[in-house]
C-alpha cells in the first residue's frame, strides 16, 4: 500500500472495542484487576481529557488532577519513561527505580495541549507523548505542529512514535497479503520518525501499539525499524524480565476509580 490514507478520527466504540480484544476497558470489578507489587514501576496509559467525559477512552480534568495530587501528596516519584528503558537496557534492576511512577498519553487529542498541560507545568511532571503524525494540524481532534513545539520547548514531553496512522494491525494483516504487508508495516513503523525528526527535531526510537496490538513478528519489524522501546496495554507493572519492545501499562479511563488507581501505583 503506498496510498496515505487521511487522519480520521476513530470512533471511541471502535478503538474501545479493539482494546478490549488486548485489556478488558471499562469498569470491571476492581478485585479482578491486576495490583502493582512493591518495588515496582506502574507506567500509566492516558488518551484524552474532558470537563466532562463524552468519549471512552478519556479521563477528567479533574479526575487527573486528583491523581497527580494523590502522587505529590504521597511522594510518589514521576519518572521519565525513558529512564525505565534504560535501567532494562544496562540490565539494571527495575526495582531501581522503585516507587516509580511513568505518565504516558497516546494519540496526540488536543486536549492535551489545553487540559493536561497546566496541570504538568503545576506539578512539573515528565510525560511521554505518543503521536500519529497523519492527524497533527490536520484533524481537527489532534494538536497542531506549533502546539507540539510547545511542548517540547516546556522540557517535560518526551514526543514519540505511535505509528503513522495508527493502524489496527491484526486487521490490515487479514486484509494484505505478505509483501502488501511487508511494506505497510515498514511505512507506519519508520515514516513517523522521519516526520517527527523533521517537524520537531527528536529522535522519536520508542513506540507504542496502536490498540495494544502486538506479536513477535511486529516487535522484530520495530527493531528493524529503529525502536528501542515499545508499551502495550497489559495491565500490570514492569517487571525485569520484560521485553523492552512489549512493556506493560495501566490503561487510565474515566472508570477508573481512586481506589482503583491507587491500588495501580507501587
Known amino acids: 500500500m503506498t496510498a496515505q490514507r487521511p487522519a480520521l478520527h476513530l470512533r471511541s466504540s471502535v478503538v474501545a472495542a479493539a482494546i478490549g480484544a488486548v485489556v478488558a476497558v ?5 478485585t479482578n484487576q491486576p495490583h502493582a507489587t512493591a518495588g515496582g514501576v506502574a507506567i500509566l496509559a492516558y488518551h484524552r481529557f474532558e470537563p466532562e467525559v463524552h468519549d471512552s477512552m478519556a479521563v477528567t480534568t479533574s479526575q487527573f488532577a486528583r491523581q497527580l495530587q494523590y502522587i505529590a501528596d504521597h511522594h510518589y516519584r514521576v519518572i521519565p519513561f525513558r529512564t525505565v528503558v534504560t ?5 539494571e534492576p527495575v526495582s531501581g527505580q522503585a516507587g516509580g511512577i511513568v505518565i504516558t498519553v497516546d494519540d496526540g487529542h488536543r486536549s492535551v495541549y489545553t487540559d493536561m498541560l497546566p ?12 503521536i500519529y503524525p497523519s492527524a497533527i494540524s490536520n ?14 520547548e516546556t522540557g517535560l514531553f518526551d514526543i514519540q512514535s505511535h505509528t503513522y496512522w495508527h493502524p489496527n ?9 505478505a509483501p502488501a504487508f511487508d511494506k505497510f508495516v515498514t511505512m507506519q513503523l519508520v515514516k513517523p520518525r522521519d516526520v517527527l525528526h523533521a517537524k ?10 496502536p490498540f495494544g496490538i502486538y506479536d513477535d513478528d511486529l516487535i522484530r519489524r520495530a527493531a528493524a525499524a529503529g525502536y528501542v522501546a515499545a508499551l502495550t496495554l497489559d495491565a500490570r507493572p514492569v517487571k525485569p524480565d520484560d521485553r523492552l519492545l512489549a512493556l506493560p501499562r495501566f490503561l487510565m479511563t474515566a472508570g477508573v476509580s481512586d481506589k482503583r488507581f491507587q491500588s495501580m501505583l507501587p
Open 26 to 30: 471499562g469498569t470491571p470489578a476492581e
Open 87 to 91: 535501567s532494562l537496557q544496562r540490565h
Open 119 to 130: 496541570l504538568v507545568r503545576k506539578y512539573r511532571v515528565p510525560v511521554t507523548l505518543f
Open 139 to 152: 484533524a481537527s481532534y489532534a494538536m497542531t505542529w506549533n502546539q507540539l513545539q510547545t511542548l517540547k
Open 169 to 177: 494491525f491484526k486487521t490490515e494483516r487479514r486484509r494484505l497479503d
Open 200 to 209: 520537531l527535531g527528536v529522535d522519536a526510537d520508542m513506540l507504542a501499539w
